[in-house]
T-cell receptor, first 113, second 113 residues
């Protein structure tokens, strides 16, 4: 019940296309859902985050869609660029404000030039 | 966003020796920091929660005597890997939270030879 399931494991997208990464959870106590981007050999960088009372949040080319009833959320990267090639992790927090996260398994995105 | 700095970025040590990794919050104070471990092409696994002025809280299965954590000030947490062995080789990452999310250090690649 503490897991966050992430798919796909890897994704190849053409430049300019839309990258979509999905996550699902079971624990309804989760109340905060951030997304991170990680380049090889670097720490994860916080991209965007959402709370369950919001169905969508957009920041630049990144959008989170949240379906509370289905317990699913997804990251959409619009106009994907080669520089977006990285590993993306969804995460969930079940203790609001503590910054203690459970991470999904990660999606390796490659954007072809 | 908030800045978390980790040092060193890479360390090689001999089997049986101890290694200390530092995690600093540069522009904010953090009463709590988190230590994660990441194996190649895998997700981040929470090892422990570092609490300023008190004992760390370890996740199930993490040996507290092997991974010593000290959080002596509001801006510094240290992880000491004691009597390191080759199986301790990994990427160690710390995080601290402020505002809208947790911010990660750049990670420390530990290689035990």
């Amino acid at each position: 019940q503490q897991q966050v399931k992430q798919s796909p494991q890897s994704l190849i997208v053409q430049k300019g296309g839309i990258s979509i990464i999905n996550c699902a959870y079971e624990n309804t106590a989760f109340d905060y859902f951030p997304w991170y981007q990680q380049f090889p050999g670097k720490g994860p960088a916080l991209l965007i985050a959402i709370r369950p009372d919001v169905s969508e949040k957009k920041e630049g080319r990144f959008t989170i869609s949240f379906n509370k009833s289905a317990k699913q959320f997804s990251l959409h990267i619009m106009d994907s660029q080669p520089g977006d090639s990285a590993t993306y992790f969804c995460a969930a927090s079940y203790t609001s404000g503590t910054y203690k996260y459970i991470f999904g398994t990660g999606t390796r995105l490659k954007v072809l030039a | 966003g908030a800045v978390v700095s980790q040092h060193p970025s890479r360390v090689i040590c001999k089997s049986g020796t101890s290694v200390k990794i530092e995690c600093r919050s540069l522009d904010f104070q953090a009463t709590t920091m988190f230590w994660y471990r990441q194996f190649p092409k895998q997700s981040l696994m929470l090892m422990a929660t570092s609490n300023e002025g008190s004992k760390a809280t370890y996740e199930q299965g993490v040996e507290k005597d092997k991974f010593l954590i000290n959080h002596a000030s509001l801006t510094l947490s240290t992880l000491t890997v004691t009597s390191a062995h080759p199986e301790d080789s990994s990427f160690y990452i710390c995080s601290a939270g402020q505002g809208w999310g947790a911010f990660f250090g750049q990670g420390t690649r530990l290689t035990v030879v």
